[in-house]
């Protein structure tokens, strides 16, 4: 099959496999922090859950939510990445995944992101950049809600 | 990935010559997308311009530009002949009695909400009601709601049955005193169900209800004849119409047009202003307040100009034939179910593609240089009816070809074999 080089770099093999098989594709009964992801543009909504212990790591996280191949397997993995990892460490990861799908950075010039490359084909299409880094948004809303209610 | 599924081929359709002939006249057809050549199929968001309408535009700004009812030099006077002479084409093209029934909005959401400020906002209360049908596009959805707010009239919804068609049993149920409105769209652009106007709008006479027909995907393919429609308010943009953007027309019928209040204040609108009293000018004038958009009213003229020197008849069967082998090219593509299939349809093909989001169905066709439009449509009613969240939508004008819908379809199957989709 011949397929346009742009086509071929967003829909790596990495990509279509977690859209098909997403990865903690749950509902979490009892999460400590939650938020709802949504962009108007397509549609897309997604709801993230996260369990947080008391060192403000991650012990378990997860997604459900309706969305194209992008947002799905961005979130699925998101969650595979994000799991056993201090929330400082989670926003650096998700503002270098923001710079390198806005194109701020490249793919290979940060090793913590070397299992988000198969997403840098988003910034040759302005209009996927939402997709991509739809369900790390949601995840940093969920957790700014936590600095809220903690600094009460 | 499985082989793509390939059915046996369809009858085999040649673009006529005078079609190919049409598209030299868009210059836009023959660049390319993607080094691909360029598959426009979305059409119902906007049309192309032929290069007829862009010269003529041209030729304004160049030789007559100026303002419009102003002056006495001779631009002014070259400007308003020009402004009122396309008004005078649109009148004939919709076959509206009287030029003072053809009001120059920007499109047709300002007609739109036009109507429900200066119809409504005097004429619906709290009791009445307006019929809505489920397949409305935002523009003639919102207006009402906001109406609804100033007012406290109430919205009721006018079913559609599953194969996209108005449930009309429903609708004359629907019908009992306290309604005062119906809108309805001519054409639906999320499914392409061409609706029965003038029954409705003859339904709606004899209760002594107002109809307005939102005409924005029929004026461009279907002959719009208002007088044989016989609806009290239709509504229509330029730019679905091979015209400019920014120009829409209003029209409807001299008794509710008279006494309707003005909607914008500003120049023009008026005959005379004091601090203690104002006059409202003559229709159409008084709905059409400030310097109007009077390079895209020629524009339009031109482009009904060009849409006459065709015959529009051919052109309309030309579409309904580029739509049924769409519909049987597109049946070949595993997985596909289409959405909106009513037996009265304009040349629009809405679609889902089992597990595959039409944002990335959309990603992959505009990398094969097929341009459609994915999400709602504006039309997020419709989506919830069919339980869905959007689809894939190719809309075909009079220049596209059999080429293009092939080219669709290849790169739908390209889809399948890259998501793995069977049927
Ligand atoms: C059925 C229908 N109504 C109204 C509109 C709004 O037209 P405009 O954006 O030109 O005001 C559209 C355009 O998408 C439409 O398809």
């Known amino acids: ?117 198969a997403f840098s084909g988003v910034r040759d299409l302005p209009a996927r950049v939402k997709c991509a880094t739809l369900a790390w948004h949601t995840l940093d809303a969920a957790l700014k809600d936590e600095e809220i209610i903690t600094t009460e | 990935m499985s082989a793509p599924v390939t059915k046996q081929r369809a009858t085999h359709y040649e673009t006529p010559g005078r079609i190919l002939d049409i598209r030299r006249e868009f210059p836009i057809l023959s660049r390319k997308v993607q080094e691909k050549p360029l598959a426009y199929l979305d059409n119902a968001a906007s049309t192309q311009m032929p290069s007829k309408v862009m010269e003529t535009i041209t030729a304004y700004h160049e030789f007559h530009h100026s303002n419009v009812h102003r002056g006495v030099h001779q631009l002014s006077q070259e400007a308003s002949d020009l402004y009122e002479g396309a008004r005078e084409k649109v009148r ?207 524009g339009l003229g031109a482009a009904i100009d060009y849409l006459n020197g065709h015959d529009r008849t051919f052109l309309y069967d030309y579409e309904q034939q580029l739509l049924s082998y769409a519909n049987e090219r597109l049946a070949e593509v595993p997985g596909l179910t289409f959405i909106g299939t009513a037996p009265q349809k304009a040349a629009i093909v809405s679609f889902v593609m089992k597990d595959v989001h039409p944002h990335d169905i959309g990603t992959i066709l505009d990398g094969e240089g097929v341009a459609v439009r994915t999400g709602q449509h504006c039309a997020e009613p419709v989506m919830d009816r069919y339980g869905i969240s959007s689809t894939t939508r190719a809309s075909m004008a009079f220049y596209n070809t059999f080429e293009e819908i092939d080219q669709l379809r290849d790169a739908l199957l390209k889809v399948t074999e890259l998501f793995d989709v069977t049927d």
Request: net charge negative.
């Open chain 2, 92 to 298: 004939r093209f919709i076959h509206a009695r009287d030029t003072r029934q053809v009001i120059y909005t920007s499109g047709t959401t300002a007609a739109l909400n036009l109507i429900a400020h200066s119809w409504g906002n005097s004429r619906v209360g709290k009791g009445d009601t307006i019929l809505v049908s489920n397949m409305e596009h935002h523009a003639n959805i919102v207006p009402w709601y906001m109406l609804a707010k100033r007012t406290g009239v109430q919205i009721k919804v006018i079913p559609i049955l599953d194969d996209g068609t108005l449930d009309m049993d429903a609708f004359e149920a629907m019908l009992d005193p306290s309604v005062k409105a119906v809108c309805v769209n001519h054409v639906s652009n999320a499914l392409g169900t061409v609706n029965p106007v003038r029954t409705i709008a003859g339904m709606c006479r004899e209760r002594g209800i107002v109809s307005v027909i939102d005409g924005a995907q029929a004026v461009g393919h279907l002959k719009v004849d208002v007088q044989e429609l016989d609806v009290d308010f239709y509504a229509f943009s330029g730019h679905k119409m091979h015209g400019p953007t920014g120009i829409g027309i209003l029209y409807g019928k001299l008794p509710l047009l008279n006494e309707m209040e003005p909607f914008l204040g500003g120049g023009d609108m008026i005959l005379s202003v004091s601090f203690d009293n104002i006059t409202w000018n003559d229709l159409p004038f008084k709905f059409e307040a400030g310097t109007p958009p009077i390079a895209q009213a020629v």
């Open chain 1, 1 to 117: 099959m011949l397929l346009t080089n742009r086509t071929k770099n967003l829909y790596q093999e990495v990509i279509l496999d977690h859209n098909k098989n997403p990865r903690n594709f749950r509902v979490i009964e009892h999460p400590s922090h939650t938020a709802k992801g949504h962009n108007p543009l397509c549609g897309d909504k997604l709801d993230v859950y996260l369990v947080l212990d008391e060192n403000q790591t991650v012990q378990d996280v997860s997604f459900v939510g309706d969305g194209c191949a992008i947002s799905k397997a961005s979130a699925s993995i998101m969650t595979t990445i994000v799991k056993d990892k201090h929330i400082d460490e989670v926003r650096t990861i998700f503002r270098g995944f923001h710079d390198m799908a806005t194109g701020k950075i490249e793919a290979d010039e940060d090793p913590k992101l070397r299992r988000l490359r």
